[in-house]
């Protein structure tokens, strides 16, 4: 596997997303993970991130040197070119003015990173210091108007940097270089695929678990689905899956649970219909964190008695991801492998309760999650189905939730969700991209505790207006409201105040996030 080196902000993240793309596994490591620790991984390469900080800053990320003795290929990036010519004798300095964004790189001489690349193309750059003296053995191989060292390499002991960052798509020929380390350096097999993966985790699976009995939280949601599709493929009826419907899920989610796992899987699934004693439990609660904690408490403890009522049930299989590993300990904790604590650690367990867990997916990015469920045999609109809070529709009714409102909601929001798959259907027939620019990322419909005038025929009403919100984004940490046609907004308009009765206004949410949050509570 290649050992991606994290300098920090995420950056080695994407660049073993990349590998993985080429079908090589590649893992983070913290940076200043030990020579010896390393060796004990027994990676077949390292790659060397970039980074937010300045190679002689006080605070700077830094790495154990002897990393270099190891006889691994090595290729930096960036941050990862200027530690990796400190280390080795070169020297890093200012530039006179930084260098943000395309650049044009030249070639020069032999490289076997840009072997097969053109003599000159578009990079992209994001640096203020740069190598002003390569270490000896290396020889620089392009340079850019500002960048005297763009690369450079030292081939008779495998090492190679690039200043600029070949692993963003803005670097054009950025995938080939990859693969010319991967493939042509390290001689590395493309072993990374559905089939193989699926093949590995089944016979991990197996080993682990032996003939005990694993219960898992099905909630509908990318995570879970997939984890209860791999570990059923694994262990069969070993597994049971609870599904604890707190009925504040979306219009046709528990019947597609259903669906899905009891008709198509043949999982051994109890569906626990909680819906009454949440009703009870959140009845007049209006405070939005306070429904979050109720909810999120209450799962558990339904949880937990239905795992009792199973009985001898040892293991709990959970859908943890790699991100959430890598965001919970390995940048808190500031690096070392050891520290790195998955969420698992905030299931409440009752008292004298205990389970060995099982984690799955705790390798995995969400894209190969989300690939890796197609392989299984989940349907794509569940695979790709949009983020949705575990509090559900909870968090959507401004106030206080009641059966009523709740009523209103479900049959609004499937109305917004039908009008804009459909409108995201369209873009994608247009464009051919999934993501294309004007897509929808998120899209649902709010209940605010508000009634407005309105009137029908010679009456007039008194009704709930309803909220649309619909955002463009990739991560949910920013978001942008989506620029809708005004046909598709006055469909959905005239459809939910149609539809759905007890309606008689709709609104549009037109504010970015920040200031705004996506959600409205
Ligand atoms: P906000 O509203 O903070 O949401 O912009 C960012 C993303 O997180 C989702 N979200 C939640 N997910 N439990 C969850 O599992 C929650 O309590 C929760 N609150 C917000 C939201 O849907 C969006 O995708």
């Known amino acids: 596997f290649v050992a991606v080196f994290d300098f920090g902000a995420q950056y080695g993240q994407l660049i073993a997303r990349r590998v993985r793309d080429l079908n090589v596994y590649s893992e983070i490591v913290p940076c200043d993970i030990s020579a010896d620790e390393l060796a004990a991984m027994a990676p077949s390469a390292i790659i060397l991130s970039g980074g937010p900080a300045s190679v002689y800053a006080d605070d700077a990320p830094d790495m154990d040197k002897r990393i270099f003795d190891l006889g691994l290929p090595i290729l930096g990036f960036c941050y990862g070119q200027q530690i990796m010519a400190v280390k080795l004798g070169g020297k890093v300095g200012h530039t006179k003015k930084g260098e943000y964004g395309p650049a044009q790189l030249t070639r020069r001489g032999e490289s076997r990173i840009l072997d097969g690349t053109p003599e000159t193309q578009t990079i992209w750059m994001s640096h203020r210091d740069a190598v002003s003296e390569v270490p000896e053995g290396f020889s620089v191989t392009s340079v850019t108007e500002t960048c005297p060292v763009a690369s450079m390499e030292d081939a008779s002991r495998n090492f190679y940097a690039t200043q600029f960052h070949p692993e963003v798509r803005h670097s054009v020929h950025g995938n080939e270089m990859l693969k010319n380390f991967l493939f042509n350096v390290c001689g590395l097999d493309k072993t990374w695929t559905m089939d193989n993966i699926i093949d590995d985790k089944v016979a991990q699976i197996r080993e682990q678990v032996g003939d005990r009995k694993v219960i898992l939280a099905l909630s509908g949601g990318v995570d879970s689905s997939v984890v209860a599709a791999l570990v059923h493929r694994a262990i069969g009826d070993q597994l049971t899956c609870v599904f604890v419907n707190h009925g504040m899920l979306r219009k046709g989610e528990p019947e597609m649970v259903e669906e899905v796992f009891r008709k198509q899987f043949n999982v051994p699934l109890v569906h626990v219909h909680a819906e009454e004693r949440y009703a009870k439990l959140l009845a007049g609660v209006t ?91 989940l349907p794509a609109k569940m695979v790709y189905r949009q983020p949705f809070p575990g509090p559900g529709l909870a968090i959507r009714i401004i106030g206080d939730v009641t059966p009523e409102k709740l009523e209103i909601l479900k049959n609004a929001d499937a109305i917004v969700r039908e009008e804009l798959d459909a409108y995201n259907e369209r873009l994608f027939e247009e464009t051919g991209d999934r993501n294309s620019e004007h897509s929808c990322w998120q899209y649902f419909a709010v209940l605010p505790d508000i009634k407005s005038v309105g009137v029908m025929g010679d009456e007039r009403t008194y009704q709930r207006p309803v909220i649309v919100r619909a955002v463009e984004s990739s991560d949910a940490m920013t978001a942008d409201w989506a620029k809708l046609p005004y046909e598709v907004i006055g469909k959905i308009s005239s459809r939910i105040v149609d539809e759905v009765a007890g309606v008689n206004r709709v609104v549009y949410d037109v504010t970015p996030k920040p200031p705004a949050t996506i959600e409205w509570e």
């Open 287 to 377: 405070e939005p964190e306070k429904k979050r904690r109720l909810i999120g408490t209450e799962f558990w403890k339904v949880f937990f008695d239905e795992a009792q009522k199973i009985g001898d049930v040892e293991m709990l299989a959970q859908g943890t991801i790699y991100p959430d590993i890598i965001e919970s300990g390995a940048r808190k904790t500031g690096g070392k492998a050891s520290t790195i604590k998955s969420h698992h650690n905030l299931i409440p367990f009752p008292d004298g309760v205990h389970f060995d867990l099982i984690e799955p997916l705790d390798h995995f990015f969400k894209d190969e999650v989300r690939e890796l469920g197609v392989s299984l045999g």
